[in-house]
């Protein structure tokens, strides 16, 4: 089943499908090499976000091998994306990632907004099992997934940063039972 996505809010932020006209807002934090040096996409320039947006992102969300990517509002500023890749034979894992702006990171942003959409994919949904593929030195992040519910898996994924080089990311995994048991 796929679903046109509406916006998700939480007590700070809108989280909306990401359209054309972000390109130029998307591009000013995704192409601080800092900010994303553990990031597997820096844009060259605006017109390099506007095809990311154009040719590698679905326009619906929950369409199996795709990615639907959700710009991360705080009152009118987009200050960070999260994509969602729909994985599995049956459609019921994704693949998560999240980026914010530089500006804007330690303030909780990246954990109030997946945890909104953790619920949106669980709950409404009905998938069953998230991961997030992490560069190991990217401590920061690390400790949001866990702080997240997620565990680190056994497997570990390659890939590939900007600089071409490649790197075996750790794979974290939060599944929808292990969810309800931390709710109890």
């Avoid at 046109?4 to 591009?27: C, F, G, Q, S, W």
């Avoid at 619920?119 to 190991?136: N, Q």
Wanted: net charge negative; with cysteine; glycine share 4%.
């Amino acid at each position: 089943m796929t679903w046109v996505m509406n916006i998700l809010t939480t007590e700070r932020l809108l989280l909306k499908p990401i359209d054309i006209a972000h390109a130029e807002a998307i591009y000013r934090y995704r192409s601080d090499s800092v900010t994303n040096r553990y990031q597997g996409w820096i844009p060259k320039d605006v017109e390099d976000v506007r095809s990311f947006i154009t040719n590698r992102t679905s326009r619906e969300i929950n369409v199996n091998g795709t990615w639907f990517q959700l710009v991360v509002t705080l009152k009118d500023e987009i200050i960070g994306d999260i994509g969602l890749h729909f994985l599995g034979s049956r459609n019921e894992q994704v693949e998560l990632g999240c980026t914010i702006d530089r500006e804007h990171q330690g303030n909780g942003y990246a954990k109030e907004a997946l945890s909104e959409v953790i619920s949106f994919l669980f709950h409404t949904l009905d998938k069953h099992r998230l991961i997030a593929s992490i560069h190991p030195a990217n401590i920061p992040s690390i400790k949001l997934f866990e702080s997240l519910g997620f565990r680190r898996d056994d497997h570990l994924k390659d890939s590939r940063l900007p600089d071409e080089s490649r790197v075996t990311d750790l794979v974290y995994y939060l599944s929808k039972s292990d969810l309800s048991e931390q709710q109890r």
